[in-house]
Each structure stands twice: as C-alpha cells, then as structure tokens.
C-alpha cells in the first residue's frame, strides 16, 4: 500500500501544470486566517473541487485514502461507487507555515474503464501563480504571498473560455484558459494591447 501511495503522489504530479467560486475583486488568500486548519479543510476544498468539476460523482465516496506528503501537503483519493476514483494532490496554501511551490490543488479522475486525466480546479488561484511568478524575483521557487495578497481576481467567463481578470495597483492583466484542452495565458493590458507574459498547459 505504501509503494502504491507513492506512486500515485507521482502519477498526480507528473500531471499539474474549476472554475473557482471566487468573488468578484477578491484576492485568493484575502480574509483567511493563518492557520488554514489542515488536513480536514484540505479534505472539504478538494470534495468542493469536485463537485465544481462537472464530472458525475456520488453523494457520498465509498471509500477515501489520504496519504501525508510532506509538511502540509496531501494527497486525497475518492472512490466511487462505480468503480472509478477522484484525486486530489493539494498544498495548505493558506498557512504561512508551509511553504507551497503553487497555489491551486491538482485533481483528477479515473473512470473504473479509461485512463486518469486531470480536472479544471482552482484555476483563478493558479493564474495567480502565474502572474506573481512573472512579476516576482527572477529563478524564485516560492509563492511571494505578500504579492498575491495585493492581487484583486475577477472571473468573466465565456462558454470557450475561463477568463480570470488580475488587477493589481493600477496594472491590468488577465489569464484566459482554453476549456476545450486547457492552455492558457497570461496577458498584461498594455495601452489598446494585450501582450502574452506567460503561457502553458493548465490541465
């Protein structure tokens, strides 16, 4: 069992790259506290994550694993009646004790009969990654949260695209993902001009 949490751990990292509910001007990590409350609210935003995924999932899991990785890092799995099984790798990006390569928890699914693929989830919280990675000391690993905390997120979506508007101080961007296959990028509003800073693969 241990060699099969480990891998597993593995499978869903290899494949990080929901809409989110957040309020219209809102930071990510505005109003939380520091202490995000741990394994159990890890546990309640990966079943939120879920069920904003639009996939069909039980009222209740038959069964769930959740294996420690690392110092405020989990990794959930969900079964489902039907053979099939949600997972859901997330870091407590909300705790200023921990120290998160990324904001955003990493979800997929696999069908009882198919391969496993990775799930739109918290996507306005990973556009911020994005962004204060680009506006952030050059070759930096970690989450500048200061920074993230002073960027206002505003979701306008269209029926081909997520669209999270980024507003920080007087500068505009913005971060449009693809729902079709999941590729995205980050813009920043220059004069009449939307000019591409980052880009890449969202899920």
Same mark, same amino acid.
């Given at each position: 069992?241990?060699?099969?949490?480990?891998?597993?751990?593995?499978?869903?990292?290899?494949?990080?790259?929901?809409?989110?509910?957040?309020? &219209?001007?809102?930071?990510?990590? *505005?109003?939380?506290?520091?202490?995000?409350?741990?394994? &159990?609210? +890890?546990? *309640?935003?990966? =079943?939120?994550?879920?069920?904003?995924?639009?996939?069909?999932?039980?009222?209740?899991?038959?069964?769930?694993?959740?294996?420690?990785? /690392?110092?405020?890092?989990?990794?959930?799995?969900?079964?489902?009646? %039907? /053979?099939?099984?949600?997972?859901? *790798?997330?870091?407590?990006?909300?705790?200023?004790?921990?120290?998160?390569?990324?904001? /955003?928890?990493?979800?997929?699914?696999?069908?009882? *009969? /198919?391969?496993?693929?990775? =799930?739109? &989830?918290? $996507?306005?919280?990973?556009?911020?990654?994005? =962004?204060?990675?680009? $506006?952030?000391?050059?070759?930096? +690993?970690?989450?500048?949260?200061? =920074?993230?905390?002073?960027?206002?997120?505003?979701?306008?979506?269209? %029926?081909?695209?997520?669209?999270?508007?980024?507003? $920080?101080?007087?500068?505009?961007?913005?971060?449009?993902?693809?729902?079709?296959?999941?590729?995205?990028?980050?813009?920043?509003?220059?004069?009449?001009?939307?000019?591409?800073? &980052?880009?890449?693969? +969202?899920?």
């Amino acid at each position: 069992m241990r060699r099969y949490a480990i891998s597993l751990v593995l499978v869903v990292a290899v494949l990080a790259s929901y809409a989110g509910n957040v309020q &219209a001007g809102e930071a990510p990590n *505005q109003g939380k506290s520091t202490a995000a409350g741990g394994k &159990a609210a +890890m546990r *309640q935003r990966c =079943l939120a994550a879920i069920t904003a995924s639009g996939e069909p999932v039980a009222p209740k899991p038959s069964a769930e694993n959740a294996y420690d990785a /690392g110092p405020g890092n989990y990794l959930f799995e969900f079964k489902q009646p %039907d /053979g099939g099984s949600f997972f859901c *790798q997330i870091c407590d990006d909300l705790d200023d004790r921990t120290q998160c390569l990324s904001l /955003g928890l990493t979800l997929s699914h696999r069908p009882a *009969q /198919g391969e496993q693929r990775q =799930l739109p &989830a918290e $996507l306005d919280r990973k556009c911020v990654t994005y =962004l204060q990675k680009e $506006l952030g000391p050059t070759g930096s +690993m970690e989450i500048n949260k200061s =920074l993230v905390e002073r960027i206002k997120v505003t979701p306008s979506h269209t %029926d081909a695209r997520y669209v999270f508007r980024m507003d $920080l101080s007087m500068d505009e961007y913005r971060c449009v993902i693809r729902k079709s296959d999941g590729n995205f990028l980050v813009e920043r509003h220059t004069g009449a001009d939307w000019k591409p800073i &980052a880009a890449g693969i +969202m899920f």
